[in-house]
Each structure stands twice: as structure tokens, then as C-alpha cells.
């Protein structure tokens, strides 16, 4: 599996390893699912977008056709 390093202010940091803790988590695991989950995220709005565009667009395109 590849890696990547992050770089994080002390602030930062501490407040991951806090939040980790407080879900019994490793810093890695902890980091790796937020990033996931933003991912998904994005890509769920993006196709949110995508959806009502098409929706509002439904009639014109039929009319180019």
C-alpha cells in the first residue's frame, strides 16, 4: 500500500492525536478515513450538481435532439 506524509502546525497535530484518542483510534486510521470521507464527499455533491443541471436542462435538450 502506498504512503504519503502530511505535514501538520503542533496545534494541528495535537488536535488530531486528541480526537483519535477520544475515539480509540490511531492518528493514521483517524486521518485516513477524513480524507475518505472528503473525497466522497466531493464527489457526492459534484453528482448532486451534475443531476440538477441536467433536471433543469431536461426540455432544451430534448428540443436540440
Given at each position: 500500500m502506498a504512503g504519503l506524509n502530511l505535514r501538520f502546525t503542533e496545534e494541528e497535530l495535537d488536535a488530531l492525536r486528541k480526537r483519535a484518542?477520544?475515539?480509540g483510534r490511531?492518528?493514521?486510521?483517524?486521518a485516513h478515513d477524513a480524507v475518505m470521507?472528503?473525497?466522497?464527499?466531493?464527489?457526492?455533491l459534484f453528482?448532486?450538481?451534475?443531476?440538477?443541471?441536467?433536471?433543469?436542462?431536461?426540455?432544451?435538450?430534448?428540443?436540440?435532439?
Open positions: 484518542e477520544a475515539e490511531s492518528m493514521q486510521s483517524f470521507t472528503a473525497i466522497n464527499e466531493h464527489s457526492r453528482n448532486e450538481a451534475a443531476d440538477h443541471v441536467l433536471r433543469l436542462s431536461e426540455e432544451l435538450n430534448r428540443r436540440l435532439a
